[in-house]
């Protein structure tokens, strides 16, 4: 049984929410935008994706375009 790829690229980090693309096996899963969610479920949303895929998830800072940081 192979199991699914994850990575979660953040592409907006704010003090109170992450927008970011979600990709499963390499391919975008939200082709109508960015996802958002309060930081605490977004880091939960890791956690859990990355225990069911025994290790096959990260998340990383989009380049493209440049992560923008709000505090």
């Not at 975008?28 to 225990?51: K, S």
């Not at 989009?62 to 992560?67: A, W």
Request: aromatic share 16%; hydrophobic share 30%; charged share 20%.
């Amino acid at each position: 049984m192979s199991t699914n790829e994850y990575r979660l690229s953040m592409v907006k980090v704010t003090k109170h929410h992450i927008f970011f693309n979600f990709y499963v096996n390499g391919s975008l899963a939200n082709t109508d935008g960015y996802l958002c969610l309060p930081v605490e479920d977004f880091h939960r949303l890791f956690q859990d994706l990355f225990r069911s895929s025994r290790g096959r998830c990260v998340k990383n800072y989009s380049t493209n375009p440049p992560v923008e940081f709000y505090t």
